[in-house]
């Protein structure tokens, strides 16, 4: 009997997020192969192209996207340049996986989503959240069982202890001068590259279990280097939800939300993401007076975004993951929390454009 086809991946860029993530997925993935990588920096390329051993090694990103066998990319390199690679991807007939955030400004992201629906191209946005088991579960619970949905509450709190924990259980990680960054440093903006890179978290996880945000209001502080913003949403669906991101709390990584429903309620706790543990979820049905609390023993949640993806591609499976829509709708909120907290009043997501 022939073994199912697997999905021929390249991957785009051998920096921190690839090295942490996507390349070990690949090599872990039941039906996704690490085929290519691609990289600027020659040492960085070498290295990866040593430890992971794919069939083909390019410098050149036109040169790999011209490759028949790349079936799909894995696009992990800085926001800045994520919109305009995946749309050379797509225009190449290839399927994209791109890191969260989509993109930098909204328009930018709406050309890219018009540019995939005019294709029959499968594009995913990196929210791996949506698979972790817990959230999987919790979201299934509040659609199935739940009921009418009365508040949501969400809160991603980064932790002072965070590299204290990760440099345990990442892989010790490759750096090169030669590395492709972009202009300046948008990091140093810590404001806005707080909101675009932890925001992307908090608020796909609140639009996956809530719905779409319509409104928002928000407030923000700036205190001994932490940074604060706290928001008040309003679902399409009529509902109010808070949420809180801050960066960085004075404790162990504080991450989790709760939702109160018709028929039930749900409590969840997340965990630092590089520790691949499902979140404690606990949901409480009033229709058999029961607590339950799924184990979720397999959350190596950048696999199973990556498998997702290949399913979606190679069986027609439905999309899991974060969709170019969804990228686009959550940088819209997180443009909106911004301008919210800039102006002290209420934001409709449909009125914003630009970046944070």
């Known amino acids: 009997m022939n073994e199912p086809r697997k999905l021929n991946v390249g991957v785009l860029g051998c920096g921190p997020i690839s090295q942490a993530a996507h390349l070990e997925a690949c090599a872990r993935a039941r039906n996704a192969d690490l085929y290519a990588i691609c990289d600027v920096a020659p040492d960085l390329l070498d290295k990866m192209n040593a430890k992971f051993a794919p069939a083909r090694a390019y410098s050149d990103y036109d040169a790999m996207l011209a490759d028949p066998n790349v079936d799909a990319v894995v696009i992990g390199i800085a926001d800045q340049f994520h919109v305009p690679m995946a749309e050379k991807a797509i225009r190449a007939g290839k399927h994209v996986l791109v890191e969260k955030p989509l993109g930098v400004t909204i328009e930018e992201c709406e ?89 992307s978290h908090l608020v796909d996880t609140a639009r996956y279990l809530g719905g779409e945000i319509e409104s928002v209001q928000a407030w923000h502080a700036q205190r001994f280097g932490a940074y604060n913003w706290l928001c008040t949403v309003e679902f399409a669906s009529g509902i109010a939800g808070q949420l809180d991101l801050t960066v960085a709390v004075r404790m162990d990584w504080h991450e989790g939300f709760e939702v109160y429903g018709e028929h039930g309620s749900v409590v969840a706790k997340t965990y630092n993401p590089w520790l691949f543990k499902a979140s404690d979820v606990e949901v409480f049905s009033a229709r058999d007076g029961v607590y339950r609390r799924p184990l979720g023993a397999d959350a190596h949640v950048y696999r199973l975004q990556l498998e997702g993806f290949a399913d979606a591609i190679l069986r027609g499976a439905p999309q899991i993951g974060a969709t170019v829509a969804d990228g686009t709708r959550n940088l819209r909120a997180m443009v909106a929390i911004a301008r919210s907290a800039e102006s002290g009043r209420k934001v409709r997501l449909d009125e914003v454009g630009g970046a944070v």
């Open 111 to 199: 050309a890219l989503e018009a540019l995939v629906l005019r294709t029959d191209r499968v594009m995913q946005v990196g929210n791996m959240k949506r698979f972790d088991p817990g959230i999987a579960y919790a979201r299934r619970f509040i659609r199935e069982e739940m009921g009418e949905m009365l508040a949501l509450k969400a809160w991603y709190c980064d932790s002072t202890y965070r590299y204290e924990v990760t440099e345990n259980v990442m892989p010790i990680l490759a750096a090169s001068e030669a590395a492709l960054k972009p202009e300046g440093n948008p990091k140093l903006d810590k404001q806005r590259y707080f909101m675009m890179t932890h925001g």
